[in-house]
């Protein structure tokens, strides 16, 4: 039986084992896809604190090699369930059940896709899903935010700053997001809003040079475009988990800052993308690990 288990090996998951171990506490990781989490798909980092820029994958395989010099074992498994009680929980994988005294869920959440052709291999050379954390490499060019909603909007009012021309692409006839944030882009001069259109197409070889957008009726037209922002919001890995605890209507795990979610045993936690929050980065991910990490020391202690 291990003192913790983590699931999910994103940022938030693996600082949550670092801690732990530095806290002398057995600790096995279990990741189901990319060791990392998203950030292994960002071309560059220039928002961490103490590295000017490096790559996702650079900033991954440093924190792997940080945690497993730490002494934690880490299981490429997919989850399945949580059941027991605090101090006797079982992790159930597709290969192997696992036994801890207490469980950190770092999940993670990924960005819903467009799921058209080319879109993973134009992922940093064209298709981004962060403004904040990729538009710095779009200034001066064309981009276009797909998406209508109060995440798309406020990206397509970010991007504004340094971009030359923004177009926001809803597939909708109106925008969904907040009125005050639909003022705000009707005074920018360099965005254009297209309503009830979807991508049908991304262009390019090795780069994107353009999209292909159709309306109901099939008609088509093409905007050349360096890049587009796809902002059609999030999907957390959550689904094994909603027996144990409380989700909200998105699927995200209803828990405040203190990581502890509503609805769940004691010795259960959380981290990262995948519970309730306003702001979704990879600093707040890995605050996140530290504070779910300590509670969880806490709660083995006491036992």
């Keep these: ?21 530095r806290a002398d506490k057995s600790v096995l990781v279990i990741e189901k896809e990319t060791f990392g989490g998203q950030i292994t798909y960002s071309p560059r980092v220039e928002n961490y604190p103490g590295f000017s820029v490096m790559s996702g994958n650079e900033f991954a395989e440093k924190l792997i090699d940080q945690v ?9 498994d997919t989850v399945t369930g949580i059941d027991g009680k605090a101090g006797d929980f079982t992790v159930h994988g597709e290969s192997a059940d696992y036994k801890a005294k207490a469980v950190i869920i770092a999940a993670g959440s990924k960005h819903r896709q467009l799921g058209l052709p080319k879109e993973n291999e134009l992922i940093g050379e064209g298709v981004s899903y962060c403004a904040v954390c990729d538009g710095a490499f779009y200034r001066g060019k064309t981009v276009a935010v797909i998406g209508g909603g109060n995440t798309a909007l406020q990206e397509a009012i970010a991007l504004s700053e340094g971009c030359s021309h923004v177009y926001v692409v809803q597939n909708l006839d109106f925008l969904t ?23 049908k197409e991304l262009l390019g070889e090795g780069s994107m040079t353009g999209i292909v957008i159709a309306d109901n009726s099939g008609n088509t037209e093409t905007l050349e475009v360096d890049g587009i922002f796809v902002a059609i919001g999030q999907k957390p890995e ?14 995200y795990i209803v828990s405040g800052e203190d990581c502890l979610p509503k609805g769940a045993d004691d010795g259960i936690f ?24 300590l509670a969880a020391c806490r709660f083995v202690d006491e036992l």
């Design 1 to 21: 039986m291990y003192d913790i288990i983590v699931v999910g090996a994103g940022p938030a998951g693996l600082t949550a084992a670092l801690y732990a171990r």
């Design 177 to 199: 997001g907040e009125e005050r944030l639909q003022r705000d882009i009707e005074q920018k001069d360099n965005i254009t809003v297209i309503l009830g259109k979807v991508v």
């Design 238 to 251: 959550n689904e094994p988990f909603k027996n144990v605890l409380d989700l909200d209507e998105w699927g």
């Design 68 to 76: 497993t010099d730490q002494g934690a074992e880490i299981e490429l």
């Design 270 to 293: 959380v981290a990262g993308d995948c519970r309730t929050k306003k702001i979704r980065q990879v600093t707040t991910a890995t605050g996140d690990g530290a504070v779910a990490a």
